[in-house]
């Protein structure tokens, strides 16, 4: 080795959150027949064409229109989001194509991905349109056995996430079961299963899917916006301001859906998760780390100050010391922040790109990010070697289990 080799070129990166912009036959292909229409599916929109004269293929989950196929689908398009390829042939095809997406990787030095949804949502909640119990079901198991068929195009570049039939705790933990067998590294959980009118985090009601994943070896994944779907910044509820335009509103609530994640960390924390289950991981996918030290600085003293400890004298550990044991942190677009909270937490945080999304870090005309190797050359190459290491690969390698 030499000091001017590129740091992709000496550490296999793994890269903990990207997205598979799902196929149009993924349900219709493998879900029952008997189910028809009600099976997720794609069309034309039925609203017409596009003010550019394109029209959006579009899921319909039952009889719920649902998201654009290629709705967060940017890498490397002119399209600033909420504008967005009308097809996914449109877009890059890495985000639907295996071979493309392995590609792309090599291209721009990551060795391995981690992968999360689209269209049902970053915590499965668009399961719930279709309103047939045993349709769900089917659907979320059909999610997961076409995440696998399509990991297996590449052995050993892709690590996999379990989606959950959440609202049916039984069905959770079997699939939970099922998924572990199967090769699932990780289960995709809501941080804001309350936002669909189920218990909070730290309620009895979810602990058998928490014994199941600590049992599995499975860590519990929450990505931001994995609450009850809206619209991300153009409505009144997440932060729409008439005046700021399109853009700035999207831009702004793309931040304050990373700061749902705090208080889900928040939940998991001081209600209890970690005391009760300690050896569940829980990752908090796509918020950043520069908040973490601060964030548990203030869970310490506040707990100390108010009367938690005196509450709580079964828990031997502060919520710094839980979180340094069982949580992990992600970042992208971070330098310094993410090297100052490194230097606390070593061992929690861990490099992403969010491939294909529009908050990503890929170059693309309607981007202001270089390539992922680029920039971590430019922006992380002057960083210990060692913090280097554990967050570009091996706190990745040790909470997925990876060879």
């Avoid at 001017?4 to 149009?24: G, L």
């Avoid at 100050?305 to 004298?313: F, M, R, S, T, V």
Wanted: glycine share 8%.
């Amino acid at each position: 080795m030499t000091a001017t080799t590129r740091v992709v070129d000496r550490i296999p990166v793994i890269d903990v959150d990207t997205h598979i912009a799902e196929p149009p036959d993924l349900w219709t292909a493998r879900v029952a027949k008997k189910w028809g229409s009600r099976v997720p599916h794609v069309v034309a929109d039925p609203n017409g064409p596009r003010a550019d004269g394109k029209t959006n293929d579009v899921w319909v989950f039952g009889d719920a229109r649902a998201i654009p196929t290629a709705a967060i689908s940017h890498t490397g398009t002119p399209y600033r989001y909420p504008l967005h390829p009308a097809t996914l042939e449109e877009g890059h095809p890495g985000a639907y194509a295996v071979d493309a997406r392995v590609r792309y990787m090599d291209s721009v030095g990551i060795q391995a991905q981690v992968l999360y949804p689209n269209t049902a949502g970053f915590g499965s909640g668009g399961f719930l349109a279709l309103e047939e119990p045993e349709l769900m079901r089917a659907c979320v198991r059909a999610y997961n056995d076409f995440q696998l068929e399509w990991v297996s195009a590449a052995p050993g570049r892709f690590i996999p996430i379990a989606a959950l039939p959440f609202w049916e705790v039984p069905a959770a933990v079997a699939e939970i079961d099922r998924c572990a067998a199967l090769g699932h590294k990780g289960v995709l959980f809501s941080g804001e299963p309350h936002t669909y009118g189920e218990p909070p985090l730290e309620d009895a009601h979810w602990d058998p899917i928490w014994h199941a994943a600590q049992d599995a070896g499975l860590s519990i994944n929450f990505h931001i916006a994995s609450g009850a779907r809206r619209d991300v910044g153009l409505v009144p509820e997440t932060g729409w301001v008439p005046d700021n335009g399109i853009h700035t509103n999207v831009a702004l609530a793309a931040v304050l859906a990373a700061l749902d994640n705090a208080r889900a960390i928040g939940h998991t924390i001081m209600g209890g998760l970690c005391h009760r289950f300690p050896r569940l991981s829980f990752v908090s996918v796509e918020s950043g780390v520069g908040w973490i030290p601060t964030y548990l600085a203030a869970l310490d003293w506040q707990w100390q100050n108010l009367g938690g400890a005196d509450e709580h004298p079964e828990r031997d550990l502060l919520p710094s010391e839980y979180f340094r044991r069982q949580v992990y942190g992600t970042f992208w677009y971070e330098t310094d922040t993410a090297l100052r909270g490194l230097e606390h937490y070593p061992n929690n945080f861990m490099f992403e790109t969010d491939f294909p999304h529009p908050t990503s870090l890929t170059a693309g005309p309607a981007s202001a990010a270089p390539e992922a190797g680029d920039w971590i050359e430019e922006q992380l190459s002057g960083w210990p070697e060692e913090l280097l290491q554990h967050a570009l690969h091996d706190n990745a390698a040790r909470l997925y289990k990876l060879d």
